[in-house]
């Protein structure tokens, strides 16, 4: 478990996703799968060793943000596959709380790379210091 500075939110592992709120999973943009889905299947995600499903929780044990990040060790990456905060925490530095947790994360499995896919890619880089993958997503 790890406290975020500016935010007062602690970030923790998830042992269910039963009380992640649906607004966290309507407001990412655009979402690539089903949110029903998302619930159906989240408790296999959860036991699979190479993802880790955290939430950021308030001072009364509310989800207030998740992130959803899985390891490849074909690729050494760590991918952020899901992350979401609740609106009432931007601007409160919580980007930079995320990339540090990214970073110990990284430094715990010894990945070279941490990406992720989004349609918000100049937000990123600024909040950040994301860079531009030379890689295109292409779809069939």
Do not use: C, H
């Amino acid at each position: 478990m790890s406290k975020t500075k500016g935010t007062a939110l602690k970030f923790v592992k998830l042992k269910t996703v039963s009380q992640i709120p649906r607004y966290l999973l309507e407001q990412v943009k655009p979402l690539e799968f089903d949110i029903d889905r998302f619930y159906d299947w989240a408790p296999l995600l959860i036991d699979n060793p190479l993802n880790l499903m955290g939430g950021f929780i308030d001072q009364d044990q509310e989800i207030k943000g998740i992130m959803w990040v899985s390891y490849n060790p074909m690729t050494n990456k760590l991918t952020v596959q899901v992350l979401s905060i609740d609106k009432k925490y931007y601007g409160m530095g919580i980007m930079n709380e995320i990339k540090g947790i990214l970073n110990k994360l990284r430094k715990n499995v010894n990945a070279e790379k941490i990406d992720s896919l989004t349609t918000r890619g100049k937000a990123l880089a600024k909040l950040m210091g994301a860079k531009e993958s030379k890689f295109k997503i292409m779809e069939i």
